[in-house]
């Protein structure tokens, strides 16, 4: 494999080991490799210029985007060995959020926060009081969002939305979290 050129960034290319260069660096004609920056979240990041304006490009996506095939168009790209910083085409897979989540579980042996895992309601620490109200009354509080779904048969995201003002009612209730 060469190098290739960068989707919607002529001036561009990457390597399949994630190195990027400028063929025209500065409006010079010199060709430059460009410094990968580390971003907050851990991965590669480069800024590349298209008429004055500055993009940062995250490095493993631009290596998938131009080497990897992706037919069934998943958003997400694996890092197959974990480490966020390899961004060789070898170590990049294209995947759905699920199959990154799982990867991580099942192949890295990332481990779940016990604290509160299966805790739901009183005992899980994350869980906000919710009422339902009807007319502006309270008719029932429940110690968590889940715990109201269960009962009157919905979603909890329905309810969770309208806890957080994105939608005015769910399941023909008004819902708020207690303050």
Known sequence: MTAQKIKDFPEYYITPAGDVYSRNYHK?????????????YGYYDVAL???????HKLVHRLVAEAFIPNPNN?????????IKTDNRV????WCSTQENIQHSYK???????KFWLGKYGKQ????KTT?????????????????????????????????????????????????
């Open 107 to 113: 192949v890295l042996k990332r481990k779940a926060n």
């Open 49 to 55: 210029y298209k008429d004055k304006i500055v993009k």
């Open 131 to 179: 009422q339902q109200k009807k007319d502006g009354k309270v008719i029932a509080e429940y110690c968590s969002a889940t715990e109201a779904a269960q009962v009157n048969n919905m979603n909890p995201s329905a309810i969770c939305n309208c806890c957080r003002g994105i939608s005015k009612s769910a399941g023909g209730y008004q819902w708020a979290y207690k303050k």
């Open 74 to 82: 998943k958003k997400e790209i694996n890092h197959k060995n974990g």
């Open 28 to 40: 010079t004609g010199r060709i430059k490799k460009l410094k990968h920056r580390l971003t907050i």
């Open 90 to 93: 070898q170590n990049l897979e």
């Open 124 to 127: 899980n620490p994350h869980s």
